[in-house]
């Protein structure tokens, strides 16, 4: 059954895609206003860093050469606007060491408050940081006296490059960053960046401290009076993914990790002397046991706590991607507080020579990395500059935690990358509901899911930018959330049961103490606790009586020979789905999706059943997500198909043809080479002729270079892609699938590739934009070939290039053969490189 809304927009042929319900009713009811593109900054972008001003509702950004302040209560006022650029003479400079032209501009890529009125502020400067200060009455940055702008070095504050891997926050009016410290990007620091000379402490200079850091996140975590009995110190927390040391394997593993200081560290008296001695580290690990599958790469954390103003109910939840997996894919862990203190205060871990990890034994007293409390002040240690030598060389040679954070995942969703991540957390204490993730895609894309107990439940997809804009700032305000791109700033709703614009995103949201009025008809807060049972598919029997969340009604799907289709299945829970149907071997599974060539023995029932936890309990139970039934429809059905057997001769065909094809251009280059020769030997003398001969047959020396790459940081750039000086581009295609729930449908396809309904109200992967707002609108049924983007995978051929169709079975072959000419060639062993084993290295302290 077809929300209203939908059933109208398919009388608007110039929108050409659809939306879910929900979608296109906060896109185009919401947010027509609530979106700033490029023409509203003045031709100002590349923004980086927000800073929200919480009591005015001021939102600072920090872009290209310019710092902007939008009111984010009246969008529709004028940013203002001031210039930070760099002179001409330094930007010529700048090129001439080599970086490229773009790059060598003033990036903004800090914004924090001083606490007396101003911002401290530092950008890039071409490669040569530096900081100013911007008072926020004026809106104006600081002077000299000759009229220039007021500037100190910002070495340390902030990094060299435009994208590297950075985060700061301020503790009391003093800053603490992590970021490189050099020209080069090759030296990493953690360091208390401002504060008199002897407090600009920063980490020791060794792999076993920081080995080629992805810097992701950090927080301020004070401790206040009433929960803090001991006296104990404030601490600051860094997140950062990095090479790992303790493992000696083929290749460079990845892991992520959670570091502390203290805020009371002023370093040693003379080990350790303007160095931490409260550094300490562990490892944090997002796993889902059941599968053994490990995310290990961290991309965003969200600080936030269950109790405002009690420091030990925080939590920090981390946005995953994995090392090891080829296509996209993102996973949500959370970590307490608690956990990451008892890892803390727990063993060491230690390299020896043989490149054994163990344990060191005795460890020394006081215990070395601990925070300064009361009963060590009543010990005589009131400052880190009396501590023994002792302790700090034990705290400089063992900087990790033996023990680990561990933590199995809230969300794992496959065929899609997460950017960035905001938290709404449902109640509060004891009547804690849930939590709404707000995740950020690199599609421009704002999702949002409830996780309650053990489900992730997908609620909305949100369309705001377009497809190039990667979303890279979300904040979280009086209910709204402002999402930013490198180009354009959105304001969308981000709390409250009226979001839910049907009954069925409503009952989504039941476990959130939503319930959907009929009388009303809209989605309204209740205070009365739900049943037993399944909450969610209790809720959606009240929307239809045939359709619960786990008892789907079968669709049924009348289809030809040779078709082939792609039967969507949501996975709402970190767990793996499975599919029953037909025995033969015509299917192949992506993520939980589904793609089934049809013939004689695939027809029948194809059922998908995912594991859930039910409120309360902690087995997993079966929960059927999705029923299909494909059935015949006749030999008219449309759509040109090749058989199995004709597609293989074909790609046999197109072998032998490029064969000829580069047997002929090699026998050509060959007898043309050898006429040349001739006709040389007959007008040159013979010392010249034997020296020609020699330079033909001698091999090129000449080593292939690659292009030089494109500016790291053109209009729309994504900061996120680049990983300390390297820049990955990943271009994909996304299928769309189409919304749509309720009862027995019957539908005919025909074409080459066809993605069904989900069935829940959601289109997973929407990439279809209009030409003004961008905003992106999702078809009923696709019928494409783009499988490729659907699934993750990366073609190499456009089968329809500018609307032009190709005949998909002859795409296939194509396809084919040249992947089995890839796959021959690649088992000559002069094509194999053997894998690079990393070696285990020693500390170099």
Same mark, same amino acid.
């Given at each position: 059954m077809m929300n209203p809304?939908?059933?109208?927009?398919?009388? !608007?042929?110039?929108?050409?895609?659809?939306?879910?319900?929900?979608?296109?009713?906060?896109?185009?009811g919401g947010l027509g206003d609530n979106i700033l593109?490029?023409?509203?900054?003045?031709?100002?972008? +590349?923004?980086?860093?927000?800073? !929200?001003?919480? /009591?005015?509702?001021?939102?600072? !950004?920090? $872009?290209?050469?310019?710092?902007? /302040?939008?009111?984010?209560?009246?969008? +529709?006022?004028v940013p203002r606007k001031i210039?930070?650029?760099?002179? &001409?003479?330094?930007?010529?400079?700048?090129? $001439?060491?080599?970086?490229? &032209?773009?790059?060598? +501009?003033?990036?903004?890529?800090?914004?924090?408050? !001083?606490?007396?009125?101003?911002?401290?502020?530092?950008?890039?400067y071409a490669f040569d940081p530096q900081c100013a200060f911007l008072e926020i009455t004026s809106f104006t940055l600081e002077k000299v006296e000759d009229g220039g702008v007021?500037? &100190?070095? #910002?070495?340390?504050?902030c990094p060299f490059e435009p994208s590297q891997h950075y985060t700061a926050v301020m503790a009391g009016g003093t800053l603490y960053t992590a970021a490189t410290s050099n020209f080069l990007g090759t030296l990493f620091d953690i360091s208390r960046a401002t504060g008199t000379e002897q407090e600009r402490i920063r980490t020791e200079r060794s792999i076993n401290w920081l080995s080629d850091p992805e810097f992701v996140s950090s927080a301020f975590i004070e401790e206040s009076a009433e929960n803090n009995p001991i006296g104990d110190d404030d601490k600051i927390y860094f997140f950062f993914t990095e090479v790992a040391k303790e493992y000696d394997l083929y290749t460079k593993v990845k892991v992520p990790r959670v570091a502390r200081v203290c805020k009371s560290d002023v370093g040693g008296m003379k080990t350790l002397q303007r160095r931490w001695t409260t550094f300490l580290k562990a490892q944090l690990v997002c796993e889902d046991r059941p599968t053994g599958q490990r995310y290990n790469i961290l991309t965003d954390v969200f600080t936030t706590q269950h109790t405002p103003g009690d420091p030990s109910s925080t939590q920090f939840y981390g946005l995953f991607t994995s090392q090891w997996e080829h296509e996209e894919l993102s996973a949500v862990c959370v970590f307490s507080l608690a956990e990451i203190s008892k890892v803390m205060d727990g063993p060491f871990k230690e390299l020896k020579k043989t490149c054994d990890w163990i344990n060191p034994e005795p460890v020394p007293t006081p215990r070395p990395g601990q925070c300064l409390n009361n009963a060590l002040k009543a010990e005589g240690y009131e400052s880190s500059l009396k501590l023994p030598d002792k302790v700090l060389t034990f705290v400089r040679d063992h900087p990790l935690m033996e023990n680990s954070v561990t933590a199995a995942p809230l969300l794992v969703r496959k065929g899609v990358r997460y950017t960035k991540l905001a938290v709404t957390q449902m109640g509060g204490g004891e009547r804690q509901k849930g939590a709404v993730l707000h995740? #950020?895609?690199?599609?421009? &894309?704002?999702?949002?899911? $409830?996780?309650?107990?053990?489900?992730?439940?997908?609620?909305?997809?949100?369309?705001?930018?377009? /497809?190039?804009?990667?979303?890279?700032n979300i904040l979280l305000h009086q209910g709204l959330a402002l999402v930013g791109s490198p180009l354009s700033l959105a304001r969308v709703q981000a709390e409250g049961c009226a979001l839910y614009s049907d009954c069925k995103e409503c009952a989504r949201a039941r476990g959130l103490g939503c319930d959907w009025s009929t009388e009303e008809a809209a989605c309204r807060p209740t205070t009365a606790e739900p049943g037993p049972g399944d909450v969610v598919d209790n809720a959606l029997r009240k929307c239809d009586k045939e359709e619960g969340r786990c008892s789907p009604s079968m669709r049924e799907l009348r289809v030809s020979l040779g078709l082939r289709l792609l039967l969507p299945c949501v996975q709402l829970s970190p767990r793996p789905c499975s599919w029953e149907h037909p025995p033969h071997r015509h299917t192949r599974q992506h993520n939980s999706d589904l793609e089934v060539t049809v013939t004689e023995d695939s027809l029948g029932d194809y059922i998908c059943t995912c594991q859930e936890a039910g409120p309360g309990v902690r087995e997993l139970t079966p929960c059927r997500r999705a029923a299909y039934q494909l059935t015949l429809e006749g030999p008219n059905a449309g759509g040109v198909v090749v058989t199995a057997g004709g597609r293989h001769v074909l790609a046999i065909y197109i072998l032998f043809f490029f064969l000829g094809l580069a047997f002929g251009a090699f026998l050509l280059y060959f007898l043309t080479r050898r006429r040349s020769i001739v006709h040389q030997g007959h007008h040159l003398p013979d010392n010249s002729l034997s020296s020609e001969k020699g330079r033909d047959l001698l091999g090129s020396s000449a080593t292939p270079q690659s292009p030089s790459s494109a500016s790291l940081l053109s209009d729309g750039f994504r900061l996120t892609e680049k990983r300390n000086g390297t820049v990955t581009s990943n271009t994909t295609t996304t299928l769309l699938s189409n919304n749509g729930n309720g009862g027995h449908h019957g539908n005919s396809y025909s074409g080459t590739l066809i993605s069904p309904s989900n069935g829940h109200g959601n289109s997973l992967y929407s990439n279809c934009n209009t030409s003004n707002s961008g905003l992106k609108l999702t078809s009923d049924i696709l019928a494409a070939d783009l499988l490729d983007g659907r699934t993750g995978e990366r073609g190499g051929l456009d089968m329809r290039e500018s609307g032009d169709e190709v005949d998909e079975g002859l795409g296939d072959a194509l396809g084919d053969g040249i992947k089995g000419l890839e796959e021959e060639m690649a088992s000559f062993p002069m094509f194999k490189l053997p894998a690079p084993l990393a070696q285990c290295e020693e500390s170099s302290i």
């Amino acid at each position: 059954m077809m929300n209203p809304g939908g059933e109208m927009l398919i009388l !608007l042929p110039a929108l050409l895609c659809l939306l879910p319900g929900a979608s296109w009713a906060a896109t185009l009811g919401g947010l027509g206003d609530n979106i700033l593109g490029p023409h509203k900054f003045q031709d100002v972008g +590349n923004f980086s860093t927000f800073l !929200l001003d919480r /009591s005015s509702g001021v939102l600072f !950004l920090g $872009a290209r050469d310019a710092i902007l /302040s939008v009111d984010t209560n009246n969008l +529709n006022q004028v940013p203002r606007k001031i210039v930070w650029d760099v002179p &001409e003479e330094k930007r010529r400079s700048c090129v $001439a060491k080599g970086k490229t &032209e773009v790059d060598c +501009n003033n990036y903004i890529r800090l914004l924090e408050f !001083l606490g007396d009125g101003r911002i401290y502020v530092c950008g890039t400067y071409a490669f040569d940081p530096q900081c100013a200060f911007l008072e926020i009455t004026s809106f104006t940055l600081e002077k000299v006296e000759d009229g220039g702008v007021k500037m &100190e070095t #910002g070495k340390g504050k902030c990094p060299f490059e435009p994208s590297q891997h950075y985060t700061a926050v301020m503790a009391g009016g003093t800053l603490y960053t992590a970021a490189t410290s050099n020209f080069l990007g090759t030296l990493f620091d953690i360091s208390r960046a401002t504060g008199t000379e002897q407090e600009r402490i920063r980490t020791e200079r060794s792999i076993n401290w920081l080995s080629d850091p992805e810097f992701v996140s950090s927080a301020f975590i004070e401790e206040s009076a009433e929960n803090n009995p001991i006296g104990d110190d404030d601490k600051i927390y860094f997140f950062f993914t990095e090479v790992a040391k303790e493992y000696d394997l083929y290749t460079k593993v990845k892991v992520p990790r959670v570091a502390r200081v203290c805020k009371s560290d002023v370093g040693g008296m003379k080990t350790l002397q303007r160095r931490w001695t409260t550094f300490l580290k562990a490892q944090l690990v997002c796993e889902d046991r059941p599968t053994g599958q490990r995310y290990n790469i961290l991309t965003d954390v969200f600080t936030t706590q269950h109790t405002p103003g009690d420091p030990s109910s925080t939590q920090f939840y981390g946005l995953f991607t994995s090392q090891w997996e080829h296509e996209e894919l993102s996973a949500v862990c959370v970590f307490s507080l608690a956990e990451i203190s008892k890892v803390m205060d727990g063993p060491f871990k230690e390299l020896k020579k043989t490149c054994d990890w163990i344990n060191p034994e005795p460890v020394p007293t006081p215990r070395p990395g601990q925070c300064l409390n009361n009963a060590l002040k009543a010990e005589g240690y009131e400052s880190s500059l009396k501590l023994p030598d002792k302790v700090l060389t034990f705290v400089r040679d063992h900087p990790l935690m033996e023990n680990s954070v561990t933590a199995a995942p809230l969300l794992v969703r496959k065929g899609v990358r997460y950017t960035k991540l905001a938290v709404t957390q449902m109640g509060g204490g004891e009547r804690q509901k849930g939590a709404v993730l707000h995740l #950020g895609t690199d599609r421009g &894309e704002l999702h949002r899911v $409830a996780v309650v107990g053990q489900n992730a439940t997908l609620l909305q997809e949100i369309p705001l930018f377009s /497809s190039q804009e990667p979303v890279n700032n979300i904040l979280l305000h009086q209910g709204l959330a402002l999402v930013g791109s490198p180009l354009s700033l959105a304001r969308v709703q981000a709390e409250g049961c009226a979001l839910y614009s049907d009954c069925k995103e409503c009952a989504r949201a039941r476990g959130l103490g939503c319930d959907w009025s009929t009388e009303e008809a809209a989605c309204r807060p209740t205070t009365a606790e739900p049943g037993p049972g399944d909450v969610v598919d209790n809720a959606l029997r009240k929307c239809d009586k045939e359709e619960g969340r786990c008892s789907p009604s079968m669709r049924e799907l009348r289809v030809s020979l040779g078709l082939r289709l792609l039967l969507p299945c949501v996975q709402l829970s970190p767990r793996p789905c499975s599919w029953e149907h037909p025995p033969h071997r015509h299917t192949r599974q992506h993520n939980s999706d589904l793609e089934v060539t049809v013939t004689e023995d695939s027809l029948g029932d194809y059922i998908c059943t995912c594991q859930e936890a039910g409120p309360g309990v902690r087995e997993l139970t079966p929960c059927r997500r999705a029923a299909y039934q494909l059935t015949l429809e006749g030999p008219n059905a449309g759509g040109v198909v090749v058989t199995a057997g004709g597609r293989h001769v074909l790609a046999i065909y197109i072998l032998f043809f490029f064969l000829g094809l580069a047997f002929g251009a090699f026998l050509l280059y060959f007898l043309t080479r050898r006429r040349s020769i001739v006709h040389q030997g007959h007008h040159l003398p013979d010392n010249s002729l034997s020296s020609e001969k020699g330079r033909d047959l001698l091999g090129s020396s000449a080593t292939p270079q690659s292009p030089s790459s494109a500016s790291l940081l053109s209009d729309g750039f994504r900061l996120t892609e680049k990983r300390n000086g390297t820049v990955t581009s990943n271009t994909t295609t996304t299928l769309l699938s189409n919304n749509g729930n309720g009862g027995h449908h019957g539908n005919s396809y025909s074409g080459t590739l066809i993605s069904p309904s989900n069935g829940h109200g959601n289109s997973l992967y929407s990439n279809c934009n209009t030409s003004n707002s961008g905003l992106k609108l999702t078809s009923d049924i696709l019928a494409a070939d783009l499988l490729d983007g659907r699934t993750g995978e990366r073609g190499g051929l456009d089968m329809r290039e500018s609307g032009d169709e190709v005949d998909e079975g002859l795409g296939d072959a194509l396809g084919d053969g040249i992947k089995g000419l890839e796959e021959e060639m690649a088992s000559f062993p002069m094509f194999k490189l053997p894998a690079p084993l990393a070696q285990c290295e020693e500390s170099s302290i």
